[in-house]
């Protein structure tokens, strides 16, 4: 196939119309509206972001996860070193304790996409994978916001 065959095949069907952001669940745990923004051309990270909800009774971790348009999926914090804001992986995985919710979002804990095979753009849904310790693996959509947007699309969360 030629990488231009190859580029439609694997754009064309993401298309959705719309991003509002969804909800999904795997075992004890909860993902409430995983997003993303849309990239500048030339950009090869995104950040991304979702609120994980544990109900179970154990600790659970978001050890790793994959998405088809990039080549590496990382957890990351922001630290303040020396007054600068900085972002390190998160080491063994993100904790979601026994009936706690950690909010991935700007600022603060997030996905990191790196790698990205093409631009992400407003209105497309982003596929892939979550992978925690003890629920396991699920198939997600991010939700692509528009370009500087710090929340995703609201309306159908009312918890
Ligand atoms: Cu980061």
Do not use: C
Not at 75 to 91: D, F
């Amino acid at each position: 196939m030629t990488r231009m065959a190859f580029l439609l095949a694997v754009a064309l069907p993401m298309w959705a119309g719309d991003a509002i952001a969804e909800d999904y669940s795997i075992g004890t745990i909860e993902i409430a509206a995983p997003w993303t923004r849309a990239t500048p051309k030339g950009a090869n990270i995104a950040a991304a972001y979702m609120t994980l909800r544990n109900k179970g009774t154990v600790p659970d971790r978001l050890v790793s996860g994959s998405v088809a348009v990039a080549g590496r999926f990382e957890v990351h914090r922001m630290v303040m070193e020396q007054g600068v804001a900085k972002m390190r992986p998160v080491e063994g995985g993100l904790e979601i304790k026994p009936g706690e919710t950690v909010e991935l979002k700007p600022g603060s804990f997030h996905v990191m996409l790196m790698g990205l095979k093409q631009p992400l753009q407003k209105g497309e849904k982003v596929k892939g994978t979550l992978e925690f310790e003890k629920a396991g693996k699920v198939d997600i959509e991010y939700a692509v916001e528009a370009l500087g947007a710090t929340a995703p699309t609201a309306g159908e969360h009312q918890h």
